[in-house]
């Protein structure tokens, strides 16, 4: 082999272990901007390729590189999600993943990937949402920040301020303990299962919201339905049933909570449980079957 070539080798090699070094927490990164798994995917594939080029001579702290890349990268398809999210068919929810136990266990990078956040998140415009996942939940600097995003380290800081101010106003109340969580899905569970009313009204919180998306494909509620009673009715009286064999198995789904709902043995659905205080605040519905495939396997999540 030639030297060339052997310098080539060397530098793909280098450029690998580091990718795969930081994958994890790349993948978070454009999964926290932009609610899709499908594209998160896309997008650290695009990073790999704009990586396996760069001049590794000219690179200071390959971590913030490839985030900056992740993030420039992410952002290009969120501009393109907001267009294709204005034609989606029914209420939109974010691609849910299955998680393992250990991002339940990181408190602040479980809330940051829940449903109920996502959602918040998808109130912000795409810079801003960019500059609060970066600065609030990966703990970067605004020099790395404005480097990342194209704009002045002063700017950034506006940004950062008024996405704080506007996810603050909106974001989930409170965190429940993993005891209220189990004994809070479990109660959800056994209601939901059997149809009851009562049970389900003692375990919903007053101001309860359940959503769900099914992306023009599977039947789906057409608007969020909000209140105890009205979500209760409603999983009471045929949310739920089918005409065919039903089981519901309990899940960590984006680092809280859930329900994997299979019909003749087929996954059908996800249910992604909100628990505050010892009460279930959200139900997060995905059926869209274009969503379903991060819920057959555990997604590894870091910061």
């Known amino acids: 082999m030639s030297e060339r070539k052997t310098g080539t080798a060397g530098r793909v090699d280098s450029a690998t272990e580091a990718f795969v070094a930081h994958r994890n927490l790349l993948f978070t990164v454009a999964y926290e901007m932009l609610g899709s798994a499908a594209d998160a995917e896309d997008v650290l594939q695009e990073t790999w390729l704009r990586w396996v080029d760069v001049d590794a001579a000219t690179v200071r702290e390959e971590r913030a590189y490839l985030v900056r890349i992740v993030t420039r990268q992410a952002l290009d398809r969120l501009r393109a999600l907001g267009r294709r999210k204005e034609s989606y068919v029914g209420p939109w929810l974010p691609e849910p993943l299955l998680t393992a ?46 480097e990342a995003v194209g704009r002045s380290p002063a700017a950034v800081r506006q940004l950062a301020y008024r996405a704080r101010a506007h996810v603050a106003a909106r974001r989930p109340r409170g965190i429940a303990s993993p005891a209220e969580t189990r004994a809070a899905l479990g109660a959800f569970q056994r209601a939901v299962e059997t149809g009851d009313l009562q049970g389900l009204l003692d375990i919903l919180a007053p101001d309860v919201v359940a959503l769900s998306d099914g992306g023009g494909v599977r039947h789906a509620l057409p608007r969020p339905v909000v209140g105890a009673d009205q979500v209760a009715r409603l999983l009471a ?46 139900a997060y519905h995905v059926r869209n079957p274009d969503k379903l495939s991060h819920v057959e396997r555990e997604t590894a999540l870091s910061r």
Do not use: C, H, K
Not at 276 to 282: A, P, Q, R
């Open 101 to 146: 136990p250990d991002v339940a266990e990181d408190v602040e990078l479980a809330e940051s990937v829940s449903m109920a956040m996502l959602l918040v998140l998808e109130t912000l415009g795409p810079v801003e949402r960019a500059v609060f996942v970066l600065r609030e939940v990966f703990g970067l600097d605004y020099d790395e920040i404005a």
């Open 237 to 282: 009286v045929g949310w739920w049933r089918r005409d065919a064999q039903r089981s519901v198995e309990p899940v960590q789904v984006n680092g809280g909570p859930g329900l994997l709902v299979r019909i003749d043995g087929e996954i059908d659905g996800v249910v992604a449980v909100r628990v505050e205080n010892g009460y279930v605040t959200g």
